[in-house]
């Protein structure tokens, strides 16, 4: 084929490994340098390039302190194995340590685990939950929002997906926009004769913010 586009952190690496001479145009990759996948997102200096998904994780907190202005205690849920979470939850856990706000950290590799890991947030008298752009726990939202309901957590989170699948809110990157923004990428690689290596990752400034209303009511 002549270009490669690439869902995901995980299915990037997993394409990167393959070949180092096809084009390969990444999106919603929260981090590409830190998985690997390029030098720096101003001169990728690979044959990879794309746009970033990278959560605006300061605007994230602020948002649960204006929601909630009394707020003693967060929980982090994520997964351990999903590289996308890792910086998002330094910063976070920065930001938190930064305002004077305890939190309790929790992981699951599946669905299973992230039930377990959410019933123990509850146990912890966390009063909000967040999540960045965590694919393990999206996947998992469907079967733990309605407990995080009936305990009255709002969970916050850093995608509309999550807020589709029952999580109270998501805010971050709008995926609409990302998509358009990698297609006009891809024109120009296969149209414009563009060069991976000296074309920037894109990082949108847009985000969009969803809450769940059914799930705001309860």
């Not at 794309?50 to 907190?61: A, L, V």
Request: aromatic letters at 6%; hydrophobic letters at 40%.
């Amino acid at each position: 084929c002549d270009l490669v586009l690439a869902i995901g952190t995980g299915a990037a690496q997993s394409i990167a490994s393959q070949t180092s001479e096809i084009p390969v145009l990444i999106t919603a990759v929260t981090d590409p340098v830190d998985a690997g996948l390029v030098q720096s997102n101003e001169a990728p200096g690979t044959n990879i390039t794309g746009t970033n998904d990278m959560n605006p994780i300061r605007e994230q907190m602020e948002l649960i302190r204006e929601f909630l202005p009394d707020v003693q205690t967060v929980g982090l849920l994520y997964s351990k194995s999903e590289d996308s979470s890792k910086k998002p939850i330094e910063e976070a856990k920065a930001f938190l340590d930064a305002s004077g706000i305890s939190y309790v950290e929790k992981t699951g590799t599946n669905t299973d685990e992230v039930n377990s890991a959410v019933d123990a947030l509850i146990s912890a008298g966390v009063e909000a939950i967040f999540t960045p752009t965590d694919n393990t726990v999206m996947q998992a939202e469907l079967s733990i929002f309605e407990k995080l309901n009936e305990a009255k957590i709002p969970h916050y989170t850093g995608a509309n997906s999550f807020a589709l699948n029952g999580a109270f809110f998501g805010y971050g990157v709008d995926y609409d926009d990302l998509g358009a923004e990698t297609a006009d990428m891809v024109v120009d690689l296969l149209v414009n004769g563009a060069d991976p290596a000296t074309t920037p990752v894109v990082i949108l400034a847009h985000e969009a913010a969803t809450i769940n209303t059914e799930t705001c009511e309860a």
